[in-house]
DNA sequence: GTCGAACTTGACGCGTGTGTCACTTTCAGT
DNA sequence: ACTGAAAGTGACACACGCGTCAAGTTCGAC
């Protein structure tokens, strides 16, 4: 009957869906309302459990916000870092790395939102940039693409920074647009920033 | 004695001194804490002022931020637009709006800090993507530079948006390392787009 | 069927924020 | 000086969020 791995007793299967459905609530409310105005009734109110039930699984709502950011962080940093390192050509690096970013946002657009309200706070909170998800990847990669001599040499850092900025950026736009346009969005990204390496040699 | 135009009363000279002082609170306060954790009774609290005199100045806290705002945003904008129109080679275009840019950022950094911070928040209150400064009139300034067939062809949406975006994230970088070095920051901008622009013909 | 541990519930005590308002202080005009 | 309007003050009434906990409920083991 139960798709997944473990059918599990009831008294997890709903210790899971109310810990889901906590995470799903605070989805909602930090994108909709911003984290800092957000209050821990706000997120349960939106759920059929009662106050108390929300510290046997989190102990305030940052922690929260944490879980949410390491779902999506850790998925969309393995998917970027797998796609570049499969890449031979800085054409592919490129264009494979700003694929992988803009497919994963478009399957997730409301963790997106959640990002995009909150990367002021994200970035104040956890030092982590967790905005672009591995902007340090970045630029480590960049370093070795400089050092193997696939692409010039330039200031890693800030070339880290602006596709990581670029990127966040021209992701908003093309989620707005309708239908949604990844390739579209890849094409120019990739242009702009392979333009813009040979332009630094 | 006094320097600028009106001597002014001193009824005149408190209310001044007081709007200011909540102002320069309420920036240490949002930037601190971000603009949704932030109370009234926190900027109230960074002054020599009771709690009933802000309200003789400001409805709520939302309109001290959108004050903070039009400071920032109107002067940052205006900088920025003279310095592109009085450019006629991409390279100025680019080179000037950007160093008109930074030079800005690197004069106020604190209203720097609270854009970052509260990004986020700006966006989703003032439909205005305030945190550019002016997205739609780089988008309109790069349609006139394909027009009159300065640049090549491309998508500006995306074009202004990229810019923007690397322009602010670069910008994060220039401020946190010593010493400021505008014209570096400047360069690498400019190279980066150059080189897309030309890419994209 | 019984029992106990695990979990849920919602009301409680406490702290804090909000916007207001009666009262006091301050300044400008005479 | 005198006076009244303008501005400042801080306590107040109300509301809400926090984290806890005693009481109730539910599941699973035997």
Same mark, same amino acid.
């Given at each position: 009957?139960?798709? %997944?791995a ?12 109310n810990?889901?459905?906590?995470l799903?609530?605070?989805?909602? @409310? ?12 706000d997120?349960?109110?939106?759920t059929?459990?009662a106050?108390g ?5 989190? !102990? ?13 962080? %850790?998925?969309?940093?393995?998917? @970027? ?7 031979? %050509? !800085?054409?592919?690096? @490129? ?20 990002m995009?309200?909150?990367?002021? %706070? ?6 982590? !940039?967790?905005?672009?998800a591995? =902007?340090?990847? #970045?630029?480590?990669d960049?370093?070795a ?26 992701? @908003? ?5 309708? !239908?949604t346009d ?6 120019? =990204?990739?242009r702009?920033? #392979?333009?813009g390496?040979?332009r630094h040699?």
């Open positions: 009957m139960s798709g %997944t473990a059918p599990a007793g009831k008294r997890e299967q709903t210790k899971a869906a810990r889901a459905a906590i799903d609530a605070a989805r909602h @409310v930090f994108a909709d309302m911003g984290f800092g105005a957000a209050s821990v009734r997120i349960v109110r939106r059929d459990l106050a039930t929300f510290y046997n699984y989190f !102990p305030d709502k940052e922690s929260v916000l944490r879980a949410l950011l390491d779902e999506v962080a %850790t998925e969309v940093r393995a998917r @970027v870092q797998s796609a570049r390192h499969a890449a031979v %050509t !800085p054409e592919a690096f @490129v264009a494979d790395g700003f694929r992988a970013y803009f497919t994963y946002l478009g399957t997730e657009p409301e963790l997106f939102e959640l995009r309200r909150n990367a002021g %706070t994200l970035r104040a909170m956890f030092d982590e !940039p967790a905005i672009g591995g =902007v340090d990847e #970045l630029d480590a960049l370093r693409a400089v050092a193997s001599g696939l692409v010039p040499e330039h200031d890693t850092a800030y070339m880290a920074r602006a596709m990581v900025g670029a990127a966040f950026e021209v992701a @908003v736009l093309m989620l707005d647009r309708e !239908p990844v390739e579209g969005a890849v094409a120019f =990204v990739t702009l920033f #392979l333009g390496l040979e040699g």
